[in-house]
């Protein structure tokens, strides 16, 4: 079975973009670019809701940029070719490779999660908030960020009842992200 993967930067007060939706204090660097390439190209496919979708298509053509760093191509290039789900009832059609779903987020997720293959990954926190509530997140990736927000877009939403978990892994990265992975664990676990 395919684990469902929620990975993002957060601000050390657990925020993933500020309270005027910027996210500009989450630029990768070099090394955590690769980093993210890697991961990246670990998936067999990735989950999007539509302003993710919107902001993620810049990378359809990025590689086209013939002064972009290599790492910049590199993730472009494992972008395109990576299937993505974007999961939105306003959207009329999706570019690349990419499917439209419309409606029944926890049902398709359930579906996919099923079948055989790499695991899958969600990003942007509408879509992550559903797919969290609905106990549907196997994997926490969490990329802290040495900066406070104070208020913004929150990693998690609020909770009804408390999700366990288990650190797996840790790495300290020269621009001072922490990257921290936890799996989901059952009770008592």
Do not use: C
């Not at 993710?52 to 940029?65: F, G, N, Q, S």
């Not at 990419?98 to 899958?120: F, I, S």
């Amino acid at each position: 079975m395919r684990k469902l993967i929620y990975s993002m930067t957060v601000s050390l007060d657990g925020y993933i973009a500020g309270p005027n939706g910027e996210i500009d204090w989450s630029a990768p660097d070099e090394e955590l670019h690769r980093f993210h390439n890697e991961q990246t190209r670990e998936l067999g496919a990735h989950l999007l809701g539509r302003r993710l979708y919107e902001v993620m298509l810049y990378w359809e053509t990025a590689d086209e940029e013939p002064s972009a760093p290599d790492y910049t191509l590199e993730f472009a290039r494992i972008w395109k070719d990576l299937p993505k789900i974007v999961f939105s009832t306003t959207l009329e059609k999706v570019e690349g490779n990419a499917r439209l779903v419309r409606d029944g987020v926890a049902e398709e997720v359930a579906r996919l999660k099923e079948q055989p293959g790499k695991d899958v990954a969600v990003g942007g926190a509408g879509l992550a908030s559903t797919l969290t509530k609905a106990g549907l997140i196997d994997e926490y990736r969490l990329f802290v960020n040495p900066v406070v927000l104070g208020s913004g877009t929150p990693y998690f939403p609020p909770l009804d009842e408390r999700i366990n978990l288990e650190l797996v892994e840790t790495r300290r990265f020269g621009s001072r992200v922490v990257y921290v992975r936890y799996q989901r664990v059952e009770r008592g676990g």
